[in-house]
């Protein structure tokens, strides 16, 4: 594979770090393997272009996208050397490392040595940059990653969410069981229990009291890909997190289960949700910044007494997101990269104490009665505690529990 462009790219901003004319731009480490780079978003009140953007600004020119006398875009500046910096083989983000929530945030990037490019990683990139093909000659971002990016830059204020995001919930849906999966493999879970909902993100990238911080709601990472065994698919795994910075915000009412993706990833959800059909849910994509009911209470009461009735199979209270790969259906879901689900925990226990009445062993002809009123008795209290709204009236629809497993 021909990487002269990242070879360019390596050897010239090495120079810059070595010129230290760059306002935070510098080694991170003694060895030099390593290297701090700014990066204040432009919307901060006290970004200044000519400092802030400025290493932006002399890769844009050493590219021959600018020239002094034409018109200043610091956004696109900055989306180029990002696109640059992630396509190259020769870098790698250590977000681990990255400081994105102090008053003059930078990210660190590691070299790749040239040796650990050689075993086989290099055949992965297409997967390891989502949206688009690497091009390792130019490195510049495909038309459709830079008008994402260059978005991403400009908008230094996330516009308010609909009335449906941010209304009142009641407590009792507020809770919610999130498990991520590496290749099929369970790696963590975590239980969100604050009322707003959660942010799902690599790691913390807004500072305290801005919106969607730490102050407002839940904050929820992803594991590290370091805990993955294959050298391979931990490397790719790496890379596509790279893409999730921003991350994904979850909230849990008692309408449903709701989300918005800020990352710059694809990112595709199966579940039991409002543009569901009846009986086989297809899978969607979720658009840039738009609120997507993915788990609908409605409907999952109105499947769940249908199961009750022996009429389908029982509904699923778990949604399924799959980030930077495509979800052709859940069958597909074990082989992918970083696959995250995320379960209603009141809906769930709801389904438990259905099945409990269904299936009670103590439950023979001669005490059959007194099992279902017992039974009944639970299921009452769930409904009382859950049901604080009129179930909308909608056709029921339903997917069978297909849980990853280890």
């Keep these: 594979m021909s990487s002269s462009g990242g070879r360019r790219l390596k050897q010239w901003l090495i120079e810059q770090i070595q010129s230290a004319q760059y306002s935070g731009l510098q080694w991170e480490d003694e ?22 953007a400025s290493i932006f600004k002399a890769w844009a020119v050493f590219k021959g996208k600018f020239k002094e006398g034409d018109k200043a875009e610091p956004a696109t500046w900055k989306t180029r050397l990002r696109c640059a910096l992630n396509k190259s083989p020769d870098f790698e983000e250590a977000t681990e490392r990255s400081q994105l929530d102090i008053s003059e945030p930078y990210k660190v990037y590691r070299i790749v040595p040239e040796e650990e490019q050689k075993h086989g990683k290099s055949s992965l990139m297409a997967v390891a940059a989502p949206t688009g093909s690497a091009d390792f000659t130019d490195m510049d971002c495909s038309p459709a990653e830079m008008e994402e990016l260059i978005k991403e830059e400009e908008g230094c204020a996330i516009q308010a ?8 919930s009641v407590n009792a849906f507020s809770q919610i069981l999130i498990n991520f999966f590496y290749g099929g493999k369970l790696m963590h879970n975590t239980l969100v229990t604050h009322p707003e909902g959660c ?52 909230r849990a009412n008692q309408e449903g289960i709701f989300i918005k993706r ?24 979720l658009e840039r910044d738009a609120v997507v009911k993915i788990f609908d209470t409605g409907r999952f009461f109105q499947a769940l007494q249908l199961y009750q009735e022996g009429q389908i199979p029982a509904p699923d209270p778990t949604v399924t997101l799959c980030f930077g790969e495509e979800l052709s259906d859940l069958n597909s879901a074990k082989g992918k990269l970083i696959i995250v689900q995320i379960t209603s925990v009141n809906c769930q226990h ?35 505690d859950l049901c604080s ?13 297909m849980p990853i497993t280890a």
């Design 31 to 52: 060895s030099r393997t390593m290297f701090r780079i700014p990066w204040k978003h432009a919307g901060k009140q006290d970004y200044n272009q000519e400092v802030d």
């Design 161 to 168: 969410s609909p009335e449906y995001w941010s209304q009142g």
């Design 199 to 250: 942010r799902i993100s690599p790691q913390q990238h807004l500072g305290r009291g801005a919106l969607y911080s730490s102050d407002s709601m839940q904050s929820v990472h992803f594991p590290s890909a370091e805990l993955i065994e294959y050298d391979r698919q931990r490397y790719v795994t790496r890379k596509l997190l790279g893409h999730l910075e921003r991350g994904v915000l979850v």
């Design 262 to 285: 800020l990352c710059q990833s694809r990112v595709f959800w199966t579940g039991l949700g409002e543009v569901s059909s009846q009986y086989n849910p297809m899978p969607g994509k």
């Design 350 to 384: 709801l389904l438990d104490t259905m099945n409990m009445r269904r299936s009670q062993p103590y439950c023979n002809n001669a005490n059959l009665e007194m099992c279902d009123d017992v039974a009944t008795d639970q299921m009452a209290r769930i409904y009382q």
């Design 389 to 401: 709204y009129s179930v909308p009236q909608r056709p029921a629809c339903y997917r069978e529990n």
